[in-house]
Structure formats: structure tokens, C-alpha cells
């Protein structure tokens, strides 16, 4: 809003055309969205006394040091992203709009899935076909109203990485393709919120990335040298991925071991469902599996044993998702989070360099 309304207004002071830049504004848009989780986080854990009921069938010693926590700690992580992005966004931007929209609802799906808890005082929560269903619906509507916004030459299309010159362009396949993503993201980020800081990180990691390469995307110059595809208008996305890096960041600064405050639900499936749009947007579907690797490692466990207790009777972890598999091995809590920020850590170099390899 400021670039749309402002800004034009005070164009003959100097130096306010700096203002016009993506990068500039991106920076502006993660210094807001830190201030605000800053400013909002210590009224919130104040004043906000609901607590989420821990899963019995967890870890014991969650039971004992997590119990009474507050939760929807991510009403401000996507409170934050969302008003910093549209005010140093252009806000005549479908895909920054779009984006800000898919965020909200599943951010919603989250809400009313940890109210559920609070409100029953049980971990269950929203029955998951309930969560399913509606995470579907979003994800259909993002992905269709985001592919009529496209150029002619790429609606439609698929890329792939690695490979500069083969593109599958069908577009019911697509939105199909691109729903299973962004559903797929936004159920692994909620899988990997685990522990206290352990999906946050990786968050961020994965938004910088993907800040990086939607500006890419967006410029014709980069996206030609790369030979990625040109989606004209993602580069204001970046200003999206800069903003959810600052409010992440507030965030942790409450959530690190111990933690003040849960993200719950209301976080963790709007952030996730946020990465899965923002790949959607730039065509780069399959390197959000790269640099998300951790969540897709964390979802896959869950899924591989689920699969093997029902074929077998048997596990195949101590207990799923699997950082609580080492939980149960006796890794310390803050041993098992930062490994794995550093296991996220090298899948996010590794993603990045898809850029270049084709």
C-alpha cells in the first residue's frame, strides 16, 4: 500500500525512488514484520492463556515441559507477514494477492483446528478429512485463479529441474499437480512443528530461498540466463518471502527451547501452504521438494510407517514423525533441532544450486 499510495504522492523528495526496488522493499518488508512480532508477541503471551492439550501418546517428558504453553502463537506470524507484505507490496499484484489470500485461509484451517483442541481440551482437534477437504479447496482455487494470471506461453506449463527444455504443458494435470503441493507443504511444515524452533528455521530457509529465486523468475535478464521460466510479476513474491523471514524470526525468538508460545496449527499449515504457493507461483514445484527436504523426510516417515504398521503390525520408528524417533533414542530436544536445522540447512544450498544446473 505504501508503494501504491504513498509513494507516488512523495516522489520529489530525494532518494525516495529507492523505494521502488524489490530488494529494498523486501528488506523494509522483514524489518516491519520483526518490529510487529517483537511489539505483539509479549502482549499476546501475556494476556493469552489458552493452552493446547499435549498428545498422550508422545513423548513423556512433553507431558511434563510443555503442558500449559500457550498456543496460536501463529496468529502473529501470519498477521505480521501478511500486513508487511501488502504494505510495501503492490497491492495490484495478483500473485502477491493471491498468496496473501491462500495464506489467510489455511491459516483460518489452522485456527479453528487448534480452537477445536482448546475448546474440547483434546489433541484431535478437526477431524482430518474436515482439514483435507478444505485444504484442497483453497489450494484449487489458488492454483486456477494463479494460472489464468499467466503469460500465454506458460500457462499451463510444468517445469522441471535439471533439464532446461522439457516442459509438460496440460493445464488440468497442472492445477491438479500443483494442489497436491501445496497441501503436501503446508501438512509436512504442520508434521515438522514438533519441537520447540524446529520447523521454524527450516521456514525461513526455505522462504529465503524461494524469495531468491521468485525475484529470478521475475526478471527477464536472470530468468533468461538461468533458463528458468519468465513469470512476469513474481518478483513482487519476494517482498511475501521477506516478510514471513521477519515474522519467523520474532517468532523464534519466543518459540526457542524452552518455549513461551506454540505457533500451533494457525502457523504451521499457513506457512507451509504459503512455501507451496510460492513455489506454485515461480514454477519451481519440484525444487521446493529440495529445499524443503526436512519437511518431506518428517511426512515421509509418518507415511512409511503408518503403511508398515498396517501391513505388518510392526514400526518401523520408535515413534513418528521421526525427529521424535530420536527423541526416543535419547538425543536431547535441542540436540534433535538443531541437527536438524542443519540437515535443512545443506538441502537449502542444494536447491539453490538446481538454479544453475540444467
Same mark, same amino acid.
Given at each position: 500500500?505504501?508503494?501504491?499510495?504513498?509513494?507516488?504522492?512523495?516522489?520529489?523528495?530525494?532518494?525516495?525512488?529507492?523505494?521502488?526496488?524489490?530488494?529494498?522493499?523486501?528488506?523494509?518488508?522483514?524489518?516491519?514484520?520483526?518490529?510487529?512480532?517483537?511489539?505483539?508477541?509479549?502482549?499476546?503471551?501475556?494476556?493469552?492463556?489458552?493452552?493446547?492439550?499435549?498428545?498422550?501418546?508422545?513423548?513423556?517428558?512433553?507431558?511434563?515441559?510443555?503442558?500449559?504453553?500457550?498456543?496460536?502463537?501463529?496468529?502473529?506470524?501470519?498477521?505480521?507477514?501478511?500486513?508487511?507484505?501488502?504494505?510495501?507490496?503492490?497491492?495490484?499484484?495478483?500473485?502477491?494477492?493471491?498468496?496473501?489470500?491462500?495464506?489467510?485461509?489455511?491459516?483460518?484451517?489452522?485456527?479453528?483446528?487448534?480452537?477445536?483442541?482448546?475448546?474440547?481440551?483434546?489433541?484431535?482437534?478437526?477431524?482430518?478429512?474436515?482439514?483435507?477437504?478444505?485444504?484442497?479447496?483453497?489450494?484449487? =482455487?489458488?492454483?486456477?485463479?494463479?494460472?489464468?494470471?499467466?503469460?500465454?506461453?506458460?500457462?499451463?506449463?510444468?517445469?522441471?529441474?535439471?533439464?532446461?527444455?522439457?516442459?509438460?504443458?496440460?493445464?488440468?494435470?497442472?492445477?491438479?499437480?500443483?494442489?497436491?503441493?501445496?497441501?503436501?507443504?503446508?501438512?509436512?511444515?504442520?508434521?515438522?512443528?514438533?519441537?520447540?524452533?524446529?520447523?521454524?528455521?527450516?521456514?525461513?530457509?526455505?522462504?529465503?530461498?524461494?524469495?531468491?529465486?521468485?525475484?529470478?523468475?521475475?526478471?527477464?535478464?536472470?530468468?533468461?540466463?538461468?533458463?528458468?521460466?519468465?513469470?512476469?510479476?513474481?518478483?513482487?513474491?519476494?517482498?511475501?518471502?521477506?516478510?514471513?523471514?521477519?515474522?519467523?524470526?520474532?517468532? =523464534?525468538?519466543?518459540?526457542?527451547?524452552?518455549?513461551?508460545?506454540?505457533?500451533?496449527?494457525?502457523?504451521?499449515?499457513?506457512?507451509?501452504?504459503?512455501?507451496?504457493?510460492?513455489?506454485?507461483?515461480?514454477?519451481?514445484?519440484?525444487?521446493?521438494?529440495?529445499?524443503?527436504?526436512?519437511?518431506?523426510?518428517?511426512?515421509?516417515?509418518?507415511?512409511?510407517?503408518?503403511?508398515?504398521?498396517? =501391513?505388518?503390525?510392526?514400526?518401523?520408528?520408535?515413534?513418528?514423525?521421526?525427529?521424535?524417533?530420536?527423541?526416543?533414542?535419547?538425543?536431547?530436544?535441542?540436540?534433535?533441532?538443531?541437527?536438524?536445522?542443519?540437515?535443512?540447512?545443506?538441502?537449502?544450498?542444494?536447491?539453490?544450486?538446481?538454479?544453475?544446473?540444467?
Amino acid at each position: 500500500m505504501f508503494y501504491n499510495f504513498i509513494l507516488p504522492n512523495l516522489s520529489f523528495i530525494s532518494g525516495m525512488n529507492l523505494f521502488r526496488y524489490i530488494t529494498f522493499r523486501t528488506f523494509c518488508a522483514l524489518l516491519t514484520s520483526l518490529l510487529m512480532a517483537f511489539i505483539l508477541y509479549p502482549i499476546f503471551i501475556k494476556r493469552f492463556h489458552y493452552t493446547q492439550p499435549i498428545r498422550s501418546d508422545g513423548p513423556q517428558s512433553h507431558i511434563a515441559t510443555k503442558q500449559g504453553t500457550p498456543t496460536m502463537g501463529g496468529a502473529i506470524i501470519i498477521a505480521s507477514t501478511i500486513i508487511s507484505a501488502l504494505l510495501w507490496g503492490d497491492v495490484t499484484n495478483g500473485y502477491l494477492i493471491a498468496l496473501t489470500a491462500l495464506t489467510f485461509s489455511y491459516s483460518a484451517i489452522g485456527f479453528f483446528d487448534d480452537y477445536s483442541k482448546i475448546k474440547y481440551k483434546s489433541s484431535a482437534g478437526m477431524s482430518g478429512k474436515q482439514k483435507l477437504f478444505f485444504q484442497i479447496l483453497f489450494a484449487l =482455487l489458488f492454483s486456477y485463479f494463479v494460472e489464468i494470471l499467466r503469460a500465454p506461453s506458460i500457462i499451463g506449463c510444468l517445469a522441471f529441474p535439471f533439464i532446461k527444455s522439457f516442459i509438460v504443458k496440460n493445464f488440468a494435470f497442472l492445477i491438479v499437480f500443483t494442489t497436491f503441493v501445496i497441501v503436501g507443504s503446508s501438512n509436512a511444515v504442520n508434521l515438522t512443528d514438533g519441537l520447540d524452533g524446529l520447523a521454524t528455521f527450516p521456514t525461513m530457509l526455505a522462504a529465503l530461498c524461494l524469495g531468491i529465486i521468485t525475484y529470478f523468475a521475475g526478471h527477464i535478464v536472470f530468468a533468461n540466463y538461468l533458463a528458468i521460466p519468465y513469470v512476469a510479476g513474481a518478483g513482487e513474491v519476494s517482498i511475501f518471502c521477506g516478510s514471513m523471514i521477519g515474522a519467523c524470526l520474532g517468532f =523464534l525468538w519466543y518459540n526457542a527451547p524452552p518455549a513461551a508460545i506454540f505457533m500451533g496449527d494457525t502457523g504451521s499449515l499457513a506457512l507451509g501452504g504459503a512455501l507451496g504457493g510460492i513455489s506454485v507461483i515461480a514454477k519451481h514445484e519440484f525444487v521446493l521438494a529440495i529445499i524443503g527436504g526436512l519437511f518431506v523426510i518428517e511426512a515421509v516417515s509418518v507415511m512409511l510407517q503408518v503403511f508398515y504398521f498396517k =501391513l505388518t503390525g510392526k514400526r518401523i520408528f520408535l515413534m513418528a514423525p521421526i525427529h521424535h524417533h530420536f527423541e526416543r533414542k535419547g538425543w536431547n530436544e535441542t540436540t534433535v533441532v538443531i541437527r536438524f536445522w542443519i540437515i535443512s540447512f545443506v538441502f537449502a544450498l542444494i536447491g539453490l544450486a538446481t538454479l544453475k544446473i540444467r
